[in-house]
């Protein structure tokens, strides 16, 4: 497959999911569990019936590994839906998720006695500034509303940048988990999709009221006429559905992606994938975004870049012949 269709699907799937996310959230903004609920829901049914085939296909990967890295799947999506509960800004969110690059470094170091250059360190160092500029942004724009429609609090907002931060963190150990478990396994991505997504499920039991309260309220929103076949469907429904699609849609095309380039290549392309993301929050549904977000968010960006070495601050050694 070229490349080019891959990264125009990572584009159009991942761009379009954040886009339905934010109609979905914006009218109920508790309702990240249901979403998440229904994506896992599809991504394990279509993976039991293409990647294990029905089950009989044996995982390549010890189940036990499977189960630790699902718990901590499960809790960076339980905890990220969650946040949306504390009044957290979609571009806020946006951008923190664009910081992961901090949780890793710092972790690597830690865990893995990894050393770094110096073009590293400064790249982690504009990332953090640039997520403490729009962090402190947005504790200054009273105009949040909250799901009860209660102005926005500067505790509430600080408790979501809190879960936030755990999440991002969490994130990162997991890779680091997923590093080692591929190094000793080999990689099989199809199949820790699946496995990532199927495992969790009767965790959402834990929170199978919230899941239940959220399907009652998509029932009573108003209905919409579906093109050509003329059904009445709840228009709630209708998002989510297109949500779960373009969800989809983007882990796979980044799946692909991974296979037909370079680790470079995919990192560049989900960051302008982000950024893009970013943009469409800002214009299509006029969040509010001052000049202190546009230089955290530029922080960010370069700062990424740079770590991904799109912006090289050293010089490459050339050895002589």
Aim: aromatic share 14%.
């Amino acid at each position: 497959m070229h490349p080019g269709i891959p990264i125009a699907l990572v584009f159009v799937g991942c761009c379009s999911n954040v886009v339905f996310l934010e109609f979905l959230v914006s009218e109920y903004p508790g309702s990240g569990n249901l979403v998440t609920f229904m994506q896992f829901l599809f991504i394990a049914c279509e993976g039991f019936i293409f990647t294990i085939k029905f089950g009989t296909v044996p995982s390549k990967i010890p189940l036990k590994e499977y189960f630790v890295m699902v718990t901590m799947f499960f809790v960076v999506q339980v905890v990220n839906n969650m946040s949306f509960d504390y009044n957290i800004p979609m571009t806020l969110h946006i951008i923190f998720r664009a910081g992961s690059l901090i949780a890793s470094l710092t972790l690597g170091a830690l865990i893995l006695k990894r050393k770094y250059p110096f073009s590293k360190y400064f790249s982690v160092v504009l990332i953090t500034i640039g997520i403490s500029v729009c962090t402190m942004a947005s504790t200054q724009d009273s105009s949040v509303k909250n799901s009860e429609g209660n102005t926005a609090t500067t505790l509430s907002l600080m408790i979501g940048v809190g879960m936030l931060c755990f999440s991002l963190f969490m994130t990162a150990r997991m890779g680091i988990f997923q590093e080692t478990v591929y190094k000793k396994h080999g990689k099989h991505p199809s199949e820790a999709l699946f496995f990532n997504h199927a495992l969790p499920l009767p965790g959402f039991l834990l929170i199978g009221s919230d899941i239940w309260n959220h399907i009652l309220l998509f029932n009573q929103s108003a209905p919409v006429t579906l093109p050509l076949i003329g059904l009445m469907v709840p228009k709630m429904w209708l998002f989510l559905a297109a949500n779960v699609i373009t969800q989809y849609i983007c882990i796979r095309s980044v799946f692909i992606l991974t296979t037909e380039c370079s680790a470079l290549t995919v990192t560049l392309v989900v960051t302008l994938r982000k950024f893009v993301s970013l943009v469409l929050s800002i214009l299509y549904f006029k969040n509010p975004f001052t000049l202190a977000h546009w230089f955290g968010a530029l922080c960010v960006f370069i700062g990424t870049f740079i770590f991904t070495e799109v912006i090289p601050l050293e010089r490459k050694k050339v050895k002589k012949q």
